[in-house]
């Protein structure tokens, strides 16, 4: 399957610029052909020394190199403490993720505790960053996160589901919920933004699990209540994959998803 990114898409110009077919390429760098077809496919993320290799054989500018090393070190993974996060800056993280975002080309996101941040107001992230973050720590936090959604009016696709419980954990208050509802409703508009609700009322005989949000089919992040955690090993990327297909004959989209986020924002409305 076909993850274009702008990392493997950027390898197989390369490669293409430099006339050698993908089993070439392979025996001048050792690798295996099929590393060197699914790096170019998007599901396959080559190590900084593999993509030195290739573009060494490839002949590719210094410029090229410097962004694919970079893209391949943005991608790496690991796994950051909430006690680190909070001495860098909430800020920084955002700024961490906002880079992810823009290596990759199709965004799945899967939330069942808050407010997917691509979707947020600034309301709501200011209540939702309100008690952790120092006042400045704090505005230099939303608006990192709010920068990122930029990225929303780029080609790119995103792919967003939420549980019902997500719309109705009152984050803020009522009035921050009726704004940050009518905002997912115009964003889930937009003709590169599906937004998926799976409602309280239909049956699931799967976990809800954690929240995750998927990078083509390079990395998954996740967080919990002390970490952070990116992941790129295939077979975990696998997993996650797994589960979105187990959860997704659960969503309700378009109308149908909208029709669920009217009801919840008729809910706040009434508490005004």
Request: hydrophobic share 40%; glycine share 6%.
């Amino acid at each position: 399957m076909k993850n274009s990114n702008p990392l493997s898409d950027t390898l197989r110009a390369l490669r293409s610029e430099s006339g050698l077919s993908g089993a070439e390429a392979a025996r001048r760098t050792g690798l295996s052909q099929s590393k060197v077809s699914r790096a170019e496919t998007g599901s396959f993320l080559p190590s900084e020394d593999e993509i030195l290799a290739l573009c060494q054989v490839y002949g590719a500018p210094a410029e090229a190199v410097e962004d694919l090393v970079h893209m391949t070190r943005e991608l790496r993974e690991e796994t950051t403490s909430a006690r680190v996060v909070l001495q860098r800056g909430g800020w920084w993280m955002q700024q961490r993720i906002g880079k992810l975002e823009a290596a990759a080309s199709r965004i799945l996101s899967y939330s069942t505790n808050t407010m997917i941040g691509l979707l947020q107001t600034r309301s709501y992230a200011e209540a939702l960053f309100g008690g952790s973050l120092s006042d400045e720590d704090r505005e230099r936090t939303v608006t990192a996160r709010l920068q990122r959604q930029e990225l929303l009016d780029s080609a790119r696709e995103f792919v967003c589901v939420m549980t019902e419980g997500v719309l109705r954990w009152n984050m803020g208050g009522a009035a921050v919920m009726v704004e940050q509802l009518d905002h997912l409703i115009d964003q889930s508009q937009r003709p590169n933004v599906r937004v998926g609700i799976i409602p309280w009322t239909t049956p699931a005989f799967v976990p809800a699990g954690n929240s995750f949000t998927m990078y083509d089919a390079l990395a998954v992040m996740l967080g919990t209540q002390t970490a952070t955690a990116l992941i790129t090993d295939e077979a975990n990327i696998a997993e996650y994959a797994a589960h979105w297909a187990e959860i997704e004959p659960l969503v309700s989209w378009g109308d149908e998803a909208r029709a669920v986020i009217d009801r919840v924002a008729a809910d706040y409305r009434g508490l005004l």
